[in-house]
């Protein structure tokens, strides 16, 4: 329990006060022994047990009336489901607050979202405990004091088209706690629980919990925890768009993903595509977890812009957020890759696969620089690198490094002799010879260069024999692996375009060139995403990679030409909208993930905070009642209660005047 005034609890030794004054009172009489008063003493034995245990409880009744009193006054907070928790007010409240898309969603009663629950929820409990500062972790992990009255209505709080990072939100609070916090502090933590938040399968969180484990003040963690998913909720999302001309006609292909929540009968849903200020409808019969309209033209008509942007949307329902998405269109940049190898044949291969375009209307070449030609090579063009050999070091490092920074792909084959070079944290090892052909046993098929397909089929990876691998070494993400855990297609951690694969496409080594659909899927999708930065329009997830490229600089001052109207943030790059600048246009738009991650189990985030003074409450949006509130009402009536009893037993006993009585209780 929490007290506004604590100080009164040192109060609280008067509760004894009752007890003095009866041993005080019993020290004023003396026993003296008269033998006329034995026959009394004899009749009132009979009753003393329960005289006795009358004096004790009118006693006990005058301590709870003293301890009422003193604890009212303290101003004792009850906070819900909360009331476990102790200690007092804190100097420091920190709020971490989860605005990503899926806070938006809202139960099927109310038009109040779980962040609009939230944030009325934590405005209230602040206001009520009063900290001296209340801190707001923003969009850019960095802590920013805000009144909690305005919590509510605050642009700092606004929803975003984001997801949330709750971990690197975390630091940023144990940051100050650290650096500035003297006093007790209280980290109010407001989420739906999405597992891509939270970043369960993240290494730093047992660093992160021993690490406020160690502060020398007292925090403590309270967890609002609207994990409750909306109800029949439908997510619509573009996942490629393709420009086709045809004489003066154009016209936009697009690919369609409608997602709904697993178990849904079959239904059907209107789906709305705005492009230009025309508007065009149809019908989608959805069927299973996911439906898919690939392939669907939208006609642009004669003479109409190379270039532009539009939006898909579909009707309300209980999570707003993913009604709709935003794209762009423009002419593809010319489908440039490098080819390096020190190995013939497999140079061959790789060439071959990455210059072969997946539709006639889209042109593609690959190069092959030599390693000494590297510096000359048409790195400004180039979308992949396909790298077979020694892996870079040196001058060859920096310029692959430059390349991968600015968003090209890199693909690297291993060399046939071992290698001690070191390039982005790995190593090629020995080559190990099996016996018989292996086949990859798992791989990623829900994301990366090895997903399935638009049409939700699998690549055929497992029908892959390996006869021959490279020992990979160093920390890695793998995307394929053989038995017994040898990765097979690997990429490095820390998200850049930076892949690895261990055999090479060789018939004794593995059947990558004769079933050459998966090498040519892993090269075709890394140049899909290596000409994003090159092409005049691009598609981009929210988060810290839209915000640096959308940041000002390079003498580009983008404008936003459209977003959602209820957007108020100012940071390009965290909010859905078209966003243009000098010719180019940039998509942004909620992450694929938002759509496909579902909420942790209670006791996965119940583990994060093991050994933290932690606890948990249940939200449901539209539920908003304040998580702290004062009960001094609450001791005042037990003290009122306790005085009844009290006078009550301490009414006098009807005594009875006939002699007879008293000779009968004698005898």
């Not at 500035?180 to 730093?204: F, P, Q, V």
Request: proline share 7%.
């Amino acid at each position: 329990m929490t007290f506004l005034q604590p100080w009164m609890l040192a109060a609280l030794p008067l509760v004894g006060l009752p007890l003095i004054i009866h041993l005080i009172n019993q020290r004023r009489y003396q026993t003296v022994p008269w033998g006329g008063m034995m026959f009394l003493r004899a009749a009132r034995a009979l009753s003393s047990g329960y005289s006795r245990l009358r004096h004790w409880l009118i006693m006990l009744l005058r301590m709870l009336a003293v301890a009422a009193v003193i604890l009212a006054i303290g101003r004792p907070l009850s906070r819900g489901w909360l009331a476990l928790a102790g200690g007092a007010r804190p100097d420091t409240a920190v709020v971490v607050l989860d605005r990503s898309p899926s806070m938006q969603a809202r139960a099927a009663a109310t038009p109040e979202t779980k962040l609009a629950t939230g944030c009325g929820q934590l405005a209230a409990s602040l206001a009520t405990l009063a900290p001296q500062r209340c801190l707001l972790v923003a969009a850019d992990d960095t802590l920013v004091e805000i009144p909690p009255a305005t919590l509510a209505d605050a642009a700092a709080t606004a929803p975003l088209a984001a997801s949330a990072d709750i971990p690197a939100m975390l630091r940023a609070a144990y940051d100050h706690i650290r650096e500035h916090a003297a006093g007790t502090a209280e980290i109010w933590i407001c989420s739906d629980c999405r597992s891509n938040d939270w970043s369960l399968e993240a290494g730093g969180w047992a660093g992160l919990r021993d690490a406020f484990a160690k502060v020398p003040q007292q925090v403590r963690f309270q967890l609002i925890a609207f994990d409750e998913p909306p109800a029949g909720n439908l997510a619509v999302r573009l996942t490629a768009t393709r420009l086709e001309t045809r004489g003066d006609e154009r016209e936009l292909l697009v690919n369609i993903v409608v997602t709904r929540p697993e178990g849904a009968g079959r239904a059907t849903v209107p789906i709305t595509f705005e492009i230009g200020g025309a508007t065009t409808s149809l019908d989608l019969e959805l069927a299973g977890h996911e439906t898919v309209l690939a392939n669907h033209s939208l006609p642009l008509g004669r003479g109409a812009e190379p270039r532009g942007w539009g939006r898909v949307s579909i009707p309300a329902d209980t999570c707003q957020a993913d009604n709709e998405f935003y794209f762009v269109y423009g002419e593809p940049p010319p489908r440039v890759s490098l080819v390096v190898a020190e190995e013939a044949a497999t140079g061959h291969v790789l060439e071959l696969a990455a210059s072969i375009p997946p539709s006639k209307e889209l042109s593609a070449r690959a190069d092959r620089p030599s390693r000494e030609g590297l510096a000359t090579a048409a790195w400004d063009e180039a979308a992949v690198l396909a790298w077979q050999g020694p892996l870079p070091s040196g001058r060859d490092a920096e310029l692959v490094e430059r390349f991968v920074s600015r968003g090209g792909q890199a693909i690297f084959f291993p060399p046939e002799a071992a290698d001690a070079t070191v390039f982005a944290g790995l190593a090629w090892g020995d080559w190990t010879t099996h016996p018989q052909p292996v086949h990859p046993e798992q791989w990623r098929s829900d994301e990366d260069l090895l997903a399935n397909t638009l049409s939700g089929g699998a690549l055929p990876v497992g029908e892959l024999e390996v006869r021959r691998s490279c020992r990979l070494t160093g920390e890695h993400v793998p995307l394929a692996a053989l038995p017994d855990g040898v990765p097979l297609v690997a990429r490095v951690p820390d998200g850049r375009g930076i892949f690895f694969c261990a055999t090479l496409p060789r018939p004794g080594d593995s059947t990558l060139a004769s079933e050459g659909i998966v090498l040519y899927a892993l090269l075709q999708r890394a140049l899909e995403r290596g000409l994003e930065p090159l092409a005049a329009a691009r598609q981009e997830a929210a988060g810290p990679t839209a915000v640096a490229l959308l940041a000002p600089g390079a003498g580009l001052r983008w404008e936003r030409l459209v977003g959602p109207p209820e957007a108020v943030s100012t940071v390009a790059g965290l909010q859905a909208g078209v966003y243009a600048a000098a010719g180019r246009l940039v998509a942004v738009n909620r992450s694929a993930v938002e759509d496909a991650a579902g909420s942790a189990p209670p006791e996965r985030i119940d583990a994060l905070f093991r050994g933290l003074a932690y606890m948990r409450v249940e939200g449901l949006a539209g539920r908003g009642d304040s998580l702290v509130q004062e009960i001094w009402r609450a001791f005042l009536i037990a003290m009122l209660l306790a005085l009844v009893g009290e006078g009550l037993l301490s009414l006098p006993r009807r005594r009875s005047s006939s002699p007879a009585t008293v000779l009968e209780a004698a005898a």
